[in-house]
């Protein structure tokens, strides 16, 4: 065989690898691309699901605020204890637990003492007070409901429902006042999904989802509440 046929057709063998390589390399890339479409759809639907009040609830949620409110002549903040004494707890199964025991009622009051702490008082932009002041901001917070995760089969695939069954969202109210007046200043509600909670098999990812809801919702109600402290 002659040698310029031989050179001729190692050209064509290296182009074929290089073609087949880059056509796999493509491919890769676009079965990437849809898994990861895929998982931030199914994300955002998650989100869409547990953000919305429960049935018959007539509970708004968001950041409000009173009207010309500014933040900045507070120094100090009294954190009263979380109400958990109101909470209510749907459950879709009789087996599921209707009522918080002393050990979750402990470790949610911690969770939120942990999380108010680490987001207002840690870094010297509050104090924490004991007795009222005309400088001081007092903050109320309550757990008002825990409920299942309900997904409308008309709305959502079937993999999303399997993936939300068993699953709960817990809603939390803080309301921010001042501390002489007693006048109500801003108030903050929002619903996590806070996974499995009433899964025995599986506390320490409850745990961890319970504590990192706190956390969210204590870093978002400092945001808002700088965003209103006007420079003096």
């Given at each position: 065989m002659p040698p310029c046929f031989l050179r001729v057709r190692m050209m064509l063998r290296t182009a074929l690898i290089v073609w087949v390589k880059t056509l796999l390399l493509f491919v890769s890339a676009l079965m990437l691309a849809a898994c990861a479409s895929q998982l931030a759809t199914t994300e955002s639907s998650a989100s869409s699901v547990v953000q919305e009040p429960s049935a018959g609830s007539d509970r708004v949620e968001g950041f409000f605020i009173q009207p010309a409110v500014n933040f900045s002549r507070y120094e100090q903040m009294i954190l009263t204890d979380i109400n958990l004494r109101d909470i209510r707890i749907r459950v879709l199964d009789s087996k599921q637990q209707n009522q918080l025991n002393?050990?979750?009622?402990?470790?949610?009051?911690?969770?939120?003492?942990?999380?108010?702490?680490?987001?207002?008082?840690?870094?010297?932009?509050?104090?924490?007070?004991?007795?009222?002041?005309?400088?001081?901001?007092?903050?109320?917070?309550?757990?008002?409901?825990?409920?299942?995760?309900?997904?409308?089969?008309?709305?959502?695939?079937?993999?999303?429902?399997?993936?939300?069954?068993?699953?709960?969202?817990?809603?939390?109210?803080?309301?921010?006042?001042?501390?002489?007046?007693n006048q109500l200043l801003a108030t903050f509600t929002n619903t996590r999904n806070v996974g499995r909670i009433w899964d025995d098999h599986n506390r320490m990812v409850q745990s961890r989802a319970v504590s990192d809801a706190f956390q969210e919702w204590l870093a978002a109600l400092r945001f808002y509440m700088d965003e209103l402290t006007l420079p003096q």
């Amino acid at each position: 065989m002659p040698p310029c046929f031989l050179r001729v057709r190692m050209m064509l063998r290296t182009a074929l690898i290089v073609w087949v390589k880059t056509l796999l390399l493509f491919v890769s890339a676009l079965m990437l691309a849809a898994c990861a479409s895929q998982l931030a759809t199914t994300e955002s639907s998650a989100s869409s699901v547990v953000q919305e009040p429960s049935a018959g609830s007539d509970r708004v949620e968001g950041f409000f605020i009173q009207p010309a409110v500014n933040f900045s002549r507070y120094e100090q903040m009294i954190l009263t204890d979380i109400n958990l004494r109101d909470i209510r707890i749907r459950v879709l199964d009789s087996k599921q637990q209707n009522q918080l025991n002393d050990t979750d009622r402990r470790f949610y009051r911690d969770q939120y003492i942990a999380a108010a702490v680490g987001h207002f008082i840690a870094d010297g932009r509050y104090s924490t007070a004991l007795d009222a002041g005309d400088n001081v901001l007092r903050m109320d917070a309550a757990i008002v409901e825990i409920a299942p995760i309900v997904v409308p089969e008309s709305e959502h695939s079937a993999a999303m429902r399997a993936y939300l069954q068993g699953m709960a969202a817990m809603t939390i109210a803080i309301e921010v006042r001042d501390s002489l007046t007693n006048q109500l200043l801003a108030t903050f509600t929002n619903t996590r999904n806070v996974g499995r909670i009433w899964d025995d098999h599986n506390r320490m990812v409850q745990s961890r989802a319970v504590s990192d809801a706190f956390q969210e919702w204590l870093a978002a109600l400092r945001f808002y509440m700088d965003e209103l402290t006007l420079p003096q």
